[in-house]
């Protein structure tokens, strides 16, 4: 009878064990890279004329579950001492100066801008809209995102991208003033390709 019992507990045991090796088997984490991801943003210059830059130094993790796409979830960090403006026809030629300085980003005393999802949703095709928390400035605020995802096998490596845009309103964060000569709405364009981790498996 005790041996029956003990058998049970193994077998139990056991069962659980494998169920839960299968529960996160079935999903991936994919890696974001400086080499592999791009993210710019576009704004006014005195309201006259656009500026475009771009942040050099992304990094973060995505899990895929496509058994369970509402487990998705993405982690993203920007260093905001890595910006670098694309336009040298603006007039201010130490405008990324300016976009470090502590009287804008404040990339010393705050040197990352992070997004961490809390929801994924799934729509029609490719779209996912994703909730999460951004992270700008010392602020933390809620945000969602829409997304077109892609995901590409090749027999060297499995990678997902993903691609959208967010608008923002700096004073939302605390960036700059009012009086800045930078309009207040930034636009924030991504494409990130993730790498599947190998090293899990």
Not at 60 to 80: L, R
Not at 132 to 142: F, K, N, P, S, Y
Request: one cysteine or more.
């Amino acid at each position: 009878m005790i041996n029956k019992v003990i058998n049970l507990i193994k077998f139990i045991l056991f069962s659980l064990f494998f169920l839960s090796f299968n529960a996160q088997a079935a999903g991936t984490f994919f890696i974001i890279t400086p080499q592999t991801a791009e993210a710019t943003f576009t704004g006014q210059y005195l309201g006259l004329t656009t500026f475009n830059g771009q942040f050099q130094d992304i990094s973060g993790t995505i899990f895929s579950d496509p058994e369970k796409p509402n487990n998705d979830h993405v982690q993203i960090s920007i260093q905001t001492c890595s910006v670098e403006m694309l336009d040298q026809e603006v007039p201010n030629q130490d405008l990324a100066a300016k976009v470090k300085s502590s009287s804008f980003l404040d990339c010393l005393r705050y040197p990352q801008l992070s997004f961490q999802s809390t929801a994924t949703q799934w729509r029609q095709g490719s779209e996912i809209r994703i909730k999460g928390l951004l992270t700008l400035h010392g602020i933390t605020r809620e945000v969602e995102l829409t997304t077109k995802f892609n995901k590409q096998n090749s027999l060297e490596e499995k990678t997902l991208n993903f691609q959208g845009e967010i608008s923002l309103n700096r004073l939302d964060f605390g960036v700059g003033s009012r009086f800045s000569i930078i309009d207040d709405e930034i636009t924030i364009s991504f494409n990130l390709n993730a790498i599947e981790d190998t090293t899990l498996k």
